[in-house]
Nanobody
Framework: QLVESGGGSAQAGGSLSLSCKASGFRSSNHGMGWFRQAPGKGREGVAAVNGDGTTTYNDFVKGRFTISRDTTKNTLTLQMNSLKPEDSAMYYC?????????????????WGQGTQVTVSS
C-alpha cells in the first residue's frame, strides 16, 4: 500500500514536498516514482528511483524537483522547487519492479490514491 501526503497550494516560484509512505513491502527492493495527471491530460512520469539508486527525471522538472527515498522509513519524497502553474496536477506515487518516467508502469505496479498540487501565478 502507498499513501501520499504533502500536496496543497503554492504560489509560482514556491516549493512543496510530497511524501509517499509504503507499507506491506520493502520499498528498497522496488523501483518507485511519481507520476502526475492534470485535468484533460494523460498521466505522465515526473521522477523515479530504482533499486540500484539510479534516478530519472522528466525534462520538464529537471533542476527543479528532487526525488529521494529513506529505506529505513520506507518513504519516498519529492521535493518540488521553483513551481510553475503548469505543475498543477494530481500526483501519484507508484511502486513496481522498476519505474522509468518515460515508460508505462506495468500491470503489477502499485499506485497510491494521489495528492493534489495546485500552483497559482
Amino acid at each position: 500500500q502507498l499513501v501520499e501526503s504533502g500536496g496543497g497550494s503554492a504560489q509560482a516560484g514556491g516549493s512543496l514536498s510530497l511524501s509517499c509512505k509504503a507499507s506491506g513491502f520493502r520499498s528498497s527492493n522496488h523501483g518507485m516514482g511519481w507520476f502526475r495527471q492534470a485535468p484533460g491530460k494523460g498521466r505522465e512520469g515526473v521522477a523515479a528511483v530504482n533499486g540500484d539508486g539510479t534516478t530519472t527525471y522528466n525534462d520538464f522538472v529537471k533542476g527543479r524537483f528532487t526525488i529521494s527515498r529513506d529505506t529505513t522509513k520506507n518513504t519516498l519524497t519529492l521535493q518540488m522547487n521553483s513551481l510553475k502553474p503548469e505543475d498543477s496536477a494530481m500526483y501519484y506515487c507508484v511502486a513496481d519492479r522498476e519505474v522509468f518516467v518515460h515508460l508505462p508502469v506495468s500491470d503489477s505496479g502499485v499506485w497510491g490514491q494521489g495528492t493534489q498540487v495546485t500552483v497559482s501565478s
